[in-house]
């Protein structure tokens, strides 16, 4: 059973919304039990304080000045009453006397003759908290007997489960508001940030389908630098694809060339080996037999070394003298120049070449190819060869005269078992490969080939990458 999904956008939103509700819950528990206990903690702090403060003067600092400034610094209010013989009665008719000098009305005051009893006999501190009824407080006060003296440290504190309510209630009201407006806007937000991802999705399925698109919606975030990324991977898998595209064209090219290449010497193989069956052999049938069976070792051999250097990933490079390869590559090949008559023009190079690093091997095999193609399909009995260096690379380039056509594809000598012309030289006959290979080991190198046909003259140009290695 398929797994239902819920978009990103509605996720999101409903996240925010629950954290939203869930933080105004809290704050309805806090108002309504914590903060009224709270409160009344830090009022009973506040007058605990002033009566010890009191009770830690000396009696002859326990002035009313004294105590004004206590009860002023703690917003409290400080009465005193000397303990005589009055009743109980007129013992809180001045209470209440001392009370409203200082602006305190109160409605509900009383001292009973037990708390002072109570007062007298113990010094512990006595706490009362009077409600005022309507008028919605409180006066908490402490009351302590201090030699003789009967001493009131009182404040007055609201109904606050009352105002806890209201508080409550209005949050309720303003929340839900609120609570609208922010969903609404979470929503417009978290779409805004949520549309390039529905755009990347819908990119990346149409990349899974081999279809490499990208987007042009690149915000200036995280999704951003993520869109780039997508971007870039669905250029190279494009570029991937046309590369294996390629591959495959010219791996199907390759096979049949190499048919045509192998049914040649094949079919004269069998026609004289019938031959010589057929007791028709004029003494030269065993000669082609065996002429046409290196050819085959020949090929095969090349198509070994053609497949090693496509497979090939790790190239063995040390710092190699390019000159040095070249000069020993036409020593090897000096006399097949001489036999065929053929002159090597190479301009005089007035500084040493820079080392590069390179497998000197595979160099050498680079040489020996393009130096044997020359020689091969020169049609003036010249061959020029130049070097040059520059700040980025040593480049060398070789040429010859040909017969090619001045709207010759030169793309094509670089295709397996291509040959362009029919060689000059019979001795010289290779299997078409040898510019493959060239270019092969050039690109395992990071280096640069390439051919241009300029007035009936091939010239190849390689460049040899100083910082390439």
Not at 9 to 25: A, D, H, K, P, R
Not at 150 to 178: C, K, M, W
Not at 417 to 429: G, I
């Amino acid at each position: 059973m398929k797994k239902k999904t819920r978009k990103i956008s509605t996720t999101l939103t409903l996240t925010f919304s629950f954290i939203i509700v869930v933080s105004f819950v809290i704050m309805f528990i806090l108002n309504t039990l914590i903060v009224p206990n709270y409160y009344f903690s830090k009022m009973e702090q506040k007058v605990s304080t002033v009566l010890n403060d009191i009770q830690q003067l000396p009696a002859s600092k326990r002035t009313e000045k004294k105590l004004t400034e206590l009860a002023d610094s703690n917003q409290v209010t400080v009465i005193t009453q000397p303990l005589d013989e009055t009743s109980i009665d007129d013992f809180n008719e001045a209470l209440n006397v001392q009370l409203n000098r200082k602006k305190v009305a109160l409605n509900r005051f009383w001292i009973t003759q037990e708390t002072i009893d109570h007062l007298t006999k113990d010094s512990k501190v006595i706490q009362r908290n009077f409600d005022q009824g309507k008028q919605k407080s409180s006066f908490l006060v402490d009351m302590q007997v201090i030699d003789q003296t009967f001493y009131l440290v009182g404040v007055s504190t609201v109904n606050f489960s009352e105002t806890a309510g209201l508080i409550n209630t209005f949050n309720l009201i303003s929340l839900s508001v609120t609570l609208i407006v922010i969903i609404i806007l979470i929503y417009i937000s978290v779409k805004k940030v949520t549309n390039p991802l529905v755009n990347l999705k819908m990119v990346a399925e149409e990349i899974a389908t081999l279809k490499f698109v990208t987007t042009d919606e690149i915000p200036n975030n995280e999704i951003g630098e993520l869109a780039v990324s997508i971007n870039q991977m669905s250029h190279a898998l494009a570029a991937y694809q046309q590369n294996l595209l390629a591959k495959n064209k010219q791996l199907k090219q390759f096979t049949a060339d190499l048919t045509h290449e192998l049914k040649t010497p094949i079919a004269l193989i069998k026609a004289y080996g019938s031959g010589i069956e057929d007791g028709l052999d004029d003494g030269t049938y065993i000669s082609v037999i065996l002429q046409q069976t290196q050819r085959l070792n020949d090929i095969i051999d090349q198509m070994l070394d053609y497949a090693k250097l496509e497979q090939q990933h790790d190239v063995k490079k040390i710092p190699t003298q390019l000159m040095d390869i070249w000069q020993k590559t036409v020593n090897e090949l000096k006399p097949t120049l001489n036999q065929e008559g053929i002159f090597l023009l190479e301009a005089d190079t007035d500084l040493p070449l820079p080392l590069i690093k390179a497998d000197p091997l595979l160099m050498k095999r680079v040489f020996d190819n393009l130096l044997t193609n020359g020689i091969k399909y020169t049609t003036n009995k010249e061959i020029q060869v130049n070097w040059r260096e520059t700040k980025e690379f040593v480049e060398f380039s070789i040429s010859n005269q040909t017969s090619l056509p001045a709207n010759f594809d030169v793309t094509k000598l670089w295709e397996a078992f291509y040959v362009h012309e029919k060689s000059r030289n019979k001795n010289l006959s290779g299997t078409g490969l040898g510019l493959s290979i060239v270019q092969s080991i050039m690109t395992e190198h990071n280096f640069k080939i390439d051919a241009r046909l300029v007035h009936e003259t091939l010239i190849f140009t390689l460049h040899f990458y100083k910082n390439k290695c």
